[in-house]
Structure formats: C-alpha cells, structure tokens
C-alpha cells in the first residue's frame, strides 16, 4: 500500500474562487472519507463514500461543497465561491472492513487558504 | 451526537517520562482509533482498539468498553512524540468518525 495521497498539499485563493481538491484512496479501500479541520480543532467529517455512493453528508458540508467519486475510485472535493471561512485543513481517509477492524487511514491532507 | 472529551488538554513532559492520555466517550462505541498528529498536520494511526489492551514498543493502548474509556500509555518519551493525540470513535451503524478534543504534548530535552 502506498498510502493515501492527497493534491494539492497547499492551496491558497481569492475569496469568490473555485477549488477542486482531489483524493487517491489506498487501492481496494471501498470506503472513503472528507474531514475539515481548523485550528485547535480536531477533525469534523464532512461526507462518506462507499464505492462510488456517496452515503452520508454532513450538516457542515453547505450547498458550495460537492464530493464525487467516480468509479469507486479517487474523490474530488469541490468548493464554489470559497469564503475567508473555508480556510481550513482538508483530510481524506479510506478503510477497507477485514473482519471486525475497519482502521481509516488518514492522507496528508490539503492546507486551504482563502484570502 | 455522541461526546468525546480528551484530558488532560496539554501536557509538557521531559525527555524519558511517562505518561497517560486518557479519553471518555457518551455512548457505546464501534470503533475507537488512537492518532497522532505531528507538526506537518499528518494523522498517523497508533492503534484500533474499541476494546481490550494492546501495546505497540514504546506506547500501548487500553479501552474499556463497559466504562466508556480509553487510557493511551506513552512510555520513555522522546521528542518526537510531541504533538496532538486525539481520540476517535464510531457508533452504531455509522461509518464516520467523531474526533475528541485533543491532548497536546510537548516533549522537552
């Protein structure tokens, strides 16, 4: 396993632009995670999918944010009109179930900025 | 949603001390992940462990499901065990995890 990769690792914008961020799962995960993470915080999630069907969004995830994941495969995260708010952490996670354990590994994560 | 609180919140220790993390969580729990996230932002996996003890060289984990807890055990520390371990836990029939709040640790010569 390689890991799971995220790009870009540092993104910074003008307020009112759009980003797209994108994830690479460890390969044969079926499931995949956004989380957010802002200062002195922990992380939050934000949506989950399993294969290509994206089950669970949370409240966080506003009419600006949008998660596909094609083919079961990479994940892109989509944020229109990004607001000073946005700056954040961006972390994906994947995991596979192998009896009981399902550990989420968790990518490098994408550094937003929105100036 | 289920409440997950982390304690203590910081802790400064010096190079070759012990210590012990401990997170408390308000419903019964799937999963339990501990993670550590060093200075570059990266969650690094320490242990599954939604019940029982398991130890891993210098650090070793035990939850107790029935009390809803789990104690994170950091023995001979080293400077590179500075930085932020958190908790995370699921639930019933969901995937996601609900993060705690954080434990600190500054690691000094």
């Known amino acids: 396993d390689t890991g799971v990769s995220q790009n870009p690792r540092h993104k910074i914008t003008k307020r009112g632009q759009n980003v797209t961020f994108r994830c690479d799962p460890i390969?044969?995960?079926?499931?995949l995670y956004w989380y957010r993470q802002t200062l002195g915080q922990g992380p939050e999630f934000l949506t989950y999918?399993?294969?290509?069907?994206?089950?669970?969004k949370s409240r966080l995830l506003s009419d600006r944010f949008s998660a596909e994941r094609p083919k079961g495969s990479f994940s892109t995260l989509e944020i229109q009109r990004t607001e000073q708010g946005d700056s954040a952490m961006y972390l994906c996670?994947?995991?596979?179930?192998?009896?009981?354990?399902?550990?989420?590994?968790f990518g490098p994560g994408t550094r937003l900025l929105v100036l | 949603g289920i409440q997950v609180e982390q304690s203590p919140p910081d802790l400064i220790l010096q190079e070759g001390a012990n210590s012990t993390l401990r997170c408390n969580f308000s419903?019964?729990?799937?999963?339990l992940q501990w993670f550590h996230q060093n200075p570059w932002g990266q969650l690094i996996n320490l242990f599954y462990?939604?019940?029982g003890t398991k130890q891993n060289g210098r650090l070793s984990a035990t939850t107790v499901a029935t009390e809803r807890y789990s104690l994170l055990y950091i023995s001979s520390s080293q400077t590179t065990d500075s930085g932020v371990y958190f908790c995370?836990?699921?639930?019933?029939?969901?995937?996601?995890?609900?993060f705690g709040t954080g434990t600190r640790l500054q690691v000094t010569l």
């Open positions: 996670a994947s995991s596979r179930r192998v009896g009981i354990d399902e550990t989420q590994y």
């Open positions: 390969s044969e995960h079926n499931r």
């Open positions: 999918f399993q294969n290509e069907a994206q089950l669970e």
């Open positions: 419903d019964s729990v799937n999963n």
């Open positions: 462990i939604p019940s």
């Open positions: 995370a836990v699921n639930t019933g029939t969901a995937s996601k995890l609900t």
